[in-house]
């Protein structure tokens, strides 16, 4: 099936992928809204237009109780988009029409949704590897438990920001190896971490937890995810209850939530989970248990130049997101809608596709040479993260971008 409206086939938004979204309209409302191209299309406004007549929740500013109503509303309102906007149908030439769409050139992204709970795992075995490497002893560079059970730790939902939010340096207190006591100041080795995250809709609530054959069903789509971190303040602080500071000030969200029925062309077998073999309750065929997601990170210079520093992919991923989610719920968390689950650091097998900073310059010891000759260690005020990605196979899919720049560091005196 195609669309009327053009859109060319770089584009990470075609006809296929309908992603859910929203913006600032013209009017400084927000609407839900999806993407064709350059086209931003106004799910507030098609329902005004008497479209959508039986979802009410499309005319909120966040798509949390549209999420409620699960993955037979999901696929009602997609298949109604496909039906409005195919070759064909009579809305193209529709008076009401222009009033829904604007070039995404005209409207600002804000968060599609109320987060009101986000937990960050570390389900990357290349990454988990790297970074037991450089800070324990190399011969046992991951923990007993981890391959056991999809490690993870409970972020800051507050400070999640939709793409485009700039980030502020955060202050705090660090402590190198030789340093005689710990100092207060700017981290001085700020990194991205690339992750993808599931928005999910809400769980069982008597303590039974989600199975991991039925996880999937609650995943109303994927997203890109940068979970920023000041390596030089976790380092100092991690032990013994984990990320802190270094880890709540600041994650940026990507604007556009690809659904999860539109990746069905882009599954893909998992690693195999056989030494250990995990516990019944996580395991799963893994067949097609991952996404065929290729993932770039660039750093934009102040020039607005770009350097790819990284190319990596989300089938690295030890642990699936089916798994993540049975293994938070298990003990009989509620899960509910709008909650953001994100993957952890995705890295692969290469040098060139480890996703963050710490690894790719192996803690700051070989610096990484941008466009116009400087180098970075670690990310520098006035530098602008870009996340991206897209399927691999099929029609292309895509994410959009997450991006922020780096502001430098409030002063703090007493």
Not at 22 to 42: F, K, N
Not at 363 to 386: C, M, Q, W, Y
Request: proline letters at 6%; one cysteine or more; charged letters at 20%.
């Amino acid at each position: 099936m195609a669309s009327f409206i053009p859109v060319s086939d770089a584009s990470d938004f075609s006809f296929s992928n309908l992603p859910w979204g929203a913006v600032r309209w013209a009017d400084q409302t927000t609407h839900l809204a999806t993407r064709l191209g350059d086209t931003v299309i106004s799910l507030n406004l098609l329902r005004r237009a008497g479209k959508f007549a039986s979802f009410a929740e499309l005319e909120r500013d966040t798509w949390n109780a549209f999420i409620d109503r699960g993955p037979e509303a999901w696929s009602a309102v997609r298949r109604e988009l496909q039906n409005l906007y195919r070759e064909g149908s009579d809305w193209i030439s529709s008076p009401q029409r222009a009033s829904c769409e604007l070039l995404a050139t005209e409207v600002s992204n804000v968060l599609p949704v109320h987060i009101g709970d986000y937990t960050d795992f570390y389900a990357s075995r290349q990454h988990a590897t790297n970074v037991g490497m450089m800070f324990r002893d190399p011969a046992n560079a991951l923990l007993p438990n981890w391959l056991h059970l999809p490690v993870g730790y409970h972020g800051r939902a507050s400070t999640v920001s939709v793409s485009g939010t700039d980030v502020v340096r955060p202050n705090g207190q660090r402590k190198g190896p030789n340093d005689p006591a710990p100092v207060f100041g700017p981290s001085v080795k700020l990194d991205f971490e690339l992750e993808v995250g599931v928005i999910l809709q809400g769980g069982p609530r008597d303590g039974t937890g989600v199975s991991v054959e039925d996880a999937e069903c609650h995943i109303f789509g994927l997203v890109l995810f940068n979970d920023w971190s000041a390596r030089d303040i976790q380092q100092w602080e991690y032990v013994p209850l984990g990320p802190f500071l270094a880890k709540n000030f600041a994650s940026t969200l990507g604007a556009w939530i690809v659904p999860y029925e539109a990746l069905t062309e882009a599954r893909c077998a998992g690693e195999p989970q056989e030494d250990p073999m995990p516990l019944p309750y996580l395991q799963q065929d893994r067949r097609v248990s991952h996404w065929d997601l290729t993932l770039e990170v660039a750093i934009a210079t102040a020039d607005g130049r770009e350097t790819v520093v990284s190319t990596s992919n989300a089938k690295h991923l030890y642990w699936s997101f089916a798994q993540q989610i049975a293994h938070h719920s298990i003990n009989g968390c509620v899960l509910r809608s709008g909650d953001l689950m994100a993957s952890g650091t995705i890295s692969g097998d290469e040098p060139d596709s480890y996703g963050s900073m710490l690894e790719l310059t192996w803690n700051g010891t070989k610096p990484i040479r941008l466009h116009d000759g400087s180098e970075r260690a670690f990310i520098e005020d006035g530098d602008t993260v870009v996340l991206r990605g897209r399927t691999t196979k099929g029609p292309r899919i895509g994410f959009g971008e997450c991006r922020a720049r780096v502001l430098p560091a409030t002063p703090w005196q007493k």
